[in-house]
C-alpha cells in the first residue's frame, strides 16, 4: 500500500523564524512529488519535484527531494502571517501521465506576529 | 475565466438519502478527480476519470458513485451506503499538458457536506 508520511503535523511559530516540512514516502512506481498550500479551501500548488538534489524555490519557499531516502523537506524562511496554512505534500504514482496522488496528512503550519 | 467549480459550498443531508456533489471545469483537461478530506488525514482519493466514458475506483470508493458523460462534468453522488459521509470533498482536474511525470492537479473550492 502506498504510503505518504509528514512531520510535523503541526507547528506554531513566529514570523521571522524559519521552518522545516518532513516529507517521507513509500510507493511503488513513483513519478513525482507535490507541494501544495492549503488555506481555506482548495489546495495550491506550490512545487512538483521529480529529480533528486536539486532544489526548486519561490520567493521564501523552496524544497528538495532525496529519490534515494524516499523523502523530501519544504523549507520557508522569515516566516509571515500569511504562510499559516495546511501544507499538503503528494506523492504521484502509476504507469500513465494521468497517475493517482496519494496525499500526506498535511502539516498545519501557524504563525503568530 | 479558467478554472474549477463546485457546488454548492455547503450541503446538508438526512441519513439515508443519496446526494450529488457538481464538479465543471472548463480547462479542456482530460482527468478528473475526486477527493474527500477529513481533518487529520489529508486527501483521499475516491475515484477518477482519464477520459468521457471512463473512470476507475480510487483507494475509498464504497459508498459513492460517479459518471463522465461529458469532459467538462464529472458529478459524484454520495450514496447511503457511505457510512461516514460527512467530510469536505474536492474535486481535481489535470490536463495532458502536464506532461507524462504526473503533473499538477487543478482544485476545485470544494464541498462541506455534513450529514444530519
Known amino acids: 500500500e502506498d504510503k505518504v508520511v509528514q512531520s510535523p503535523l503541526s507547528l506554531v511559530v513566529h514570523e521571522g523564524d524559519t521552518v522545516t516540512l518532513n516529507c517521507s514516502y513509500e510507493v511503488t512506481n513513483f513519478r513525482s512529488l507535490l507541494w501544495y498550500k492549503q488555506e481555506k479551501k482548495a489546495p495550491t500548488f506550490l512545487f512538483m519535484l521529480?529529480?533528486?538534489?536539486i532544489e526548486k524555490k519561490s520567493g521564501r519557499l523552496s524544497s528538495i527531494l532525496d529519490k534515494k531516502e524516499l523523502f523530501s523537506i519544504l523549507n520557508i524562511t522569515a516566516t509571515q502571517t500569511g504562510d499559516s496554512a495546511v501544507y499538503l505534500c503528494a506523492v504521484v504514482v502509476g504507469g500513465t501521465s494521468y497517475g493517482k496522488l496519494t496525499f500526506g496528512q498535511g502539516t498545519i503550519l501557524t504563525v503568530h506576529p | 475565466d479558467g478554472g474549477i467549480t463546485q457546488s454548492p459550498k455547503y450541503l446538508f443531508r438526512k441519513e439515508g438519502q443519496n446526494v450529488t456533489l457538481s464538479c465543471e471545469q472548463n480547462?479542456?483537461?482530460?482527468?478528473m478527480y475526486w477527493y474527500r478530506q477529513d481533518p487529520g488525514q489529508g486527501l483521499r482519493l475516491i475515484y477518477y476519470s482519464q477520459i468521457v466514458n471512463d473512470f476507475q475506483k480510487g483507494d475509498i470508493a464504497e459508498g459513492y458513485s460517479v459518471s463522465r458523460e461529458k469532459k467538462e462534468s464529472f458529478p459524484l453522488t454520495v450514496t447511503s451506503a457511505q457510512k461516514n459521509p460527512t467530510a469536505f470533498y474536492l474535486c481535481?482536474?489535470?490536463?495532458?499538458?502536464?506532461?507524462?511525470?504526473?503533473?499538477?492537479?487543478?482544485f476545485g473550492p470544494g464541498t462541506r457536506l455534513t450529514v444530519l
Open positions: 481535481a482536474s489535470k490536463g495532458t499538458h502536464a506532461g507524462g511525470l504526473g503533473g499538477e492537479q487543478f
Open positions: 521529480t529529480s533528486s538534489g
Open positions: 480547462l479542456n483537461h482530460d482527468a
